[in-house]
């Protein structure tokens, strides 16, 4: 895709969003169903998942971990942003490879020590780029990308998360 392709996709778009600012705001949903075992299925749009314990909690590794699930969110959303960055900005990307990684102390999630925080405790998003951008625009890039990645921003200021029940008999 070239920018004025990804301008003249997002324009009307943009102009819509500054008239009525409400047209902006779109709930994103994802759902899973419980599964067999110690299993949630979530069906991503594309792909039915099963979410399961990871082999460090007792799972057996056949199932998807949502540790590992979130990360690879956040390397989609990194990378995409990426791509529609250096797309308006006009940066030729011959390719790059997109990684994260998170530090997790299982002791945390099993109830094993309360000093153990549960969840990541550090995560790593590394960009290996293959392009002749200059230095500055590189830095340019990366700078945009970390602002505009919904994931990355979500993960580094957290939003409140209202939990909510309903028990059927």
């Known amino acids: 895709m070239k920018s004025e392709e ?3 996709l997002q324009a009307p778009l943009k102009e819509k969003y500054r008239v009525n600012p409400g047209e902006a705001m779109i709930t994103l949903r994802a759902q899973g169903q419980i599964g ?3 299993t949630c299925r979530v069906d991503t749009g594309k792909a039915l998942v099963e979410a399961g314990l ?3 909690t007792g799972g057996n590794g056949l199932a998807a971990c949502s540790g590992d699930m979130l990360l690879e969110a956040l390397v989609a959303c990194a990378g995409v942003t990426l791509k529609a960055v250096a797309t308006a900005l006009e940066i030729e990307l011959r390719g790059g490879t997109i990684s994260a990684e998170g530090d997790l102390d299982f002791r945390g999630t099993l109830g094993v020590s309360k000093e153990a925080p549960v969840g990541f405790s550090s ?3 590394n960009f290996d780029l ?3 951008a200059s230095e500055e625009q590189v830095a340019t890039l990366l700078r945009l990308t970390e ?3 919904v994931v990355k921003q979500t993960i580094s200021n957290p939003t409140n998360v209202d939990v909510l029940h ?3 008999n």
């Open 130 to 132: 293959d392009t002749d």
């Open 123 to 125: 995560i790593r998003l």
């Open 6 to 8: 990804l301008r003249s």
């Open 166 to 168: 309903s028990v059927k």
């Open 36 to 38: 067999e075992g110690v």
């Open 147 to 149: 602002r505009y990645c």
């Open 54 to 56: 990871h082999p460090a």
